[in-house]
């Protein structure tokens, strides 16, 4: 996918947008999102995908509500998508709408991640028995101000803030912090994966870079409980792996995503490995 703008300004300046103005999204920006939507087919360890714009404005009144919970003000378009299913669709999935959510921020949109939500409000998406549909996300045209009962959302999950760099990135093994220094090229690529979003901002990724190689192993963080049994953490393992993919590809580093457990010894209690990605 092509983005108009640097991926490493796309990235700071998306935030999750909860009121949206009733005005119809621009024809020219609808165009470029269901292009975008069309260009991604296959997630990185080879699940076939696909997504769509769907238009679906909600009236009050409404039998049925896009959630159980009414944190979206005037939601009118969504993406949608389905995908193979498989160990890894979750975060296939999550890198997968991730680039279309940056997209989306490139056209001026709003976007919303939406982990939760009715199945039956988008009924008429058919799925196949070998797929699932593990999120969608709201899309519009932002409002010019954010309601209050936003703002207090963000002020509660401390939506701007993100863990420190120390915490997050290790050199090895468990227990030794990655300097920027040692973390060298791919210091820019881990600070545009610090900044992802995900579901409370519980930040579940924890990376370790081997010693002396290139070589990133991406480790999933149980943070709450309802969050890992929903599968949301793995959506925001994916949403970090696109992140770090398309910020190191702009650095000119590219690489590859593998499954290949290094069995590092000392793994944290509720933390287990999912994927890793090789620099070429």
């Not at 909860?18 to 997630?43: F, N």
């Not at 969504?78 to 999550?94: N, T």
């Not at 881990?190 to 924890?206: F, V, Y």
Request: hydrophobic share 40%.
């Amino acid at each position: 996918m092509q983005y108009d703008r640097p991926v490493r300004e796309l990235i700071p300046e998306r935030s999750s947008v909860r009121t949206y103005a009733e005005e119809a999204m621009d024809p020219e920006a609808m165009r470029r999102m269901e292009e975008a939507c069309a260009s991604l087919a296959k997630a990185p360890f080879g699940e076939a995908a696909r997504f769509r714009v769907v238009e679906r404005p909600f009236e009050r009144g409404m039998p049925v509500k896009v959630s159980d919970y009414g944190l979206v003000r005037n939601p009118r378009y969504f993406l949608i998508g389905a995908i193979e299913r498989s160990p890894m669709a979750r975060e296939g999935y999550g890198y997968l709408m991730e680039h279309l959510v940056l997209r989306a921020t490139d056209l001026g949109l709003g976007t919303c991640w939406m982990g939760l939500f009715n199945r039956e409000y988008f009924k008429d998406f058919t799925t196949r028995d070998d797929e699932l549909v593990p999120a969608i996300a709201v899309l519009g045209v932002p409002a010019e101000r954010r309601r209050l009962g936003e703002r207090l959302i963000r002020m509660g999950v401390k939506a701007d803030s993100r863990r420190d760099w120390s915490e997050l990135f290790l050199s090895d093994a468990f227990g030794t912090p990655l300097s920027r220094e040692s973390a060298g090229r791919l210091s820019g690529p881990l600070e545009m994966l610090r900044l992802a979003p995900s579901a409370g901002n519980t930040q579940p990724w924890r990376v370790v870079k081997e010693e002396g190689r290139n070589v990133l192993h991406v480790y999933l963080r149980q943070m709450k409980q309802t969050y890992y049994d929903a599968g949301m953490h793995n959506l925001d393992i994916g949403i970090a792996m696109s992140h770090l993919e398309l910020a190191a590809r702009e650095a000119g580093i590219h690489g590859e995503w593998r499954v290949s457990d290094p069995d590092l010894a000392g793994l944290p209690e509720r933390t287990e490995y999912r994927a890793s990605w090789h620099a070429r």
